[in-house]
């Protein structure tokens, strides 16, 4: 009942963040998109007004002409809407998520013994924790520190890359591969979330009490929360790819996963780049050249080996052969008590209908045993497969 009534938190939450993390992330796009498209205003009335940048736009039946003003306009208006609320629910209700999923279960979810032998449960949680509030101080710190600097955004570009490198690998080595890519996913959004909260949020802020207390607004407000907003822009397709990684396993799994990773984000951020220059009228090709070459190489390095056809078994195995197989190796975590995913195998019935399944993740994919915790062999996973294209017999 327990584990239902978690799968349930886990559906309401995971919609929920979908559905928020869309609301943040088109926000983000949108704006990117409009601060590159605009055009200086040539109607000397809209200059007059402070205006720096206008557009015109169609949707939905409707013309719309939004316009952006330097710094500020010179009289507040009455209605100010503010966008924050769709990254601070995303943070929330992932990191709600994180602490369903992984937390609760983090003997199985988050400690692979295979990478690190963790004491306890509660050193890797605490260990989760500090790595996420980590990853924002260093990455706050090398903003402030640099970021004032002459170059200062080409330094803290620099450094933010190696910065993420440095902490992939860290994920990488002290947590399960699965864990680790979403650990470092969910470090960047933490991030990102902060930047908004720390930074953004509180310059506008105080633009705008400068404003009513009939002062100049200091243009270091603005010109600091769109250095964070342009790192969030390229943070959204690697996060996005580390959120999604869970379903493949061939990368979090991979012997150099945290290689596999940063070479993927690198790919979401050059992609991005793309995009984020189109919108200013460039057609930059190279940089989908770059990504795809990148895509290409780390499919074809982690190309599985063929596998030893079946008839390398000289027959195949029977139920009574493949039994103790799944006692040993499968059974700790699919019995009659305990259902991972709803799938118990414990049953020659159970075995059967879930032949299929059991094949994909034992054979392909190679996602069960969970981290190979209870250490099965080549020899048996061949096994498994020769039974199944047999026909998947039970008695
Ligand atoms: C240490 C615990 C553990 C062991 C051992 C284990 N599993 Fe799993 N299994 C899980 C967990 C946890 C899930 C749910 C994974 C998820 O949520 O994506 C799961 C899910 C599955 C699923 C459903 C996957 C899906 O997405 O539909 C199958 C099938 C499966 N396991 C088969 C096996 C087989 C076969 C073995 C033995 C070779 C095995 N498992 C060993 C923990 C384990």
Redesign the pocket.
Do not use: D, G, W, Y
């Given at each position: 009942m327990d584990a239902y009534l978690l799968d349930w938190l886990n559906l309401l939450l995971r919609w929920l963040h979908v559905i928020v993390g869309i609301a943040w992330i088109g926000a983000s796009f949108y704006f990117v998109w409009l601060d590159n498209s605009l055009v200086k205003p040539t109607d000397p009335a809209l200059k007059e007004k402070g205006v720096d940048g206008e557009l015109w736009a169609v949707h939905g039946g409707g013309f719309y002409n939004p316009q952006k003003y330097m710094i500020a306009p010179k009289a507040l208006p009455e209605h100010l809407h503010w966008f924050y609320w769709e990254s601070y629910w995303t943070w929330m209700s992932g990191f709600a998520l994180f602490v369903t999923?992984y937390l609760f279960?983090a003997?199985?979810?988050l400690i692979d013994k295979n990478v690190y032998a963790w004491g306890s449960s509660g050193a890797a949680i605490a260990a989760s924790l500090v790595y996420l509030v980590m990853g924002w101080v260093v990455y706050d710190a090398i903003c402030r520190f640099f970021g004032q600097k002459k170059n200062g955004d080409a330094i803290v570009g620099v450094l933010v890359f190696v910065y993420v490198i440095a902490a992939t690998y860290i994920a990488c080595h002290f947590f399960a591969g699965r864990a680790a890519f979403l650990l470092t996913g969910a470090m960047l959004a933490t991030a990102m979330s902060a930047n908004v909260f720390m930074v953004i949020i509180p310059g506008q802020k105080k633009t705008i009490a400068a404003m009513k207390a009939g002062l100049p607004p200091d243009p270091a407000h603005p010109m600091r929360a769109k250095q964070r907003s342009v790192h969030n822009t390229y943070f959204t397709l690697p996060v996005l790819f580390a959120m999604l990684s869970?379903?493949y396993s061939f990368a979090y799994s991979a012997k150099y996963n945290w290689l596999v990773l940063v070479l993927i984000m690198l790919a979401g951020a050059l992609i991005r780049q793309f995009f984020v220059l189109k919108h200013k009228g460039r057609w930059e090709y190279k940089y989908w050249a770059i990504a795809s070459a990148i895509l290409i190489g780390v499919a074809i390095w982690l190309a599985p080996a063929p596998t030893k056809p079946v008839a390398a078994l000289a027959k195949a195995p029977t139920y009574t052969e493949i039994k103790p197989?799944?006692e040993a190796?499968?059974?700790?975590?699919?019995n009659a008590n305990?259902q991972?995913?709803?799938?118990a195998?414990h049953t020659p019935e159970l075995l059967a209908q879930?032949a299929q399944?059991?094949y994909?993740?034992?054979v392909v994919t190679r996602?069960?045993?969970?981290?190979n915790?209870?250490q099965?062999t080549e020899e048996?996973?061949a096994q498994?497969a020769a039974w199944f294209k047999a026909g998947a017999k039970t008695p």
């Open positions: 999923l279960n003997q199985t979810f869970n379903h197989i799944i190796r499968c059974a700790m975590c699919h305990v991972m995913k709803n799938v195998l879930h399944n059991v994909q993740q034992a996602a069960m045993p969970m981290n915790s209870t099965i048996e996973r498994l």
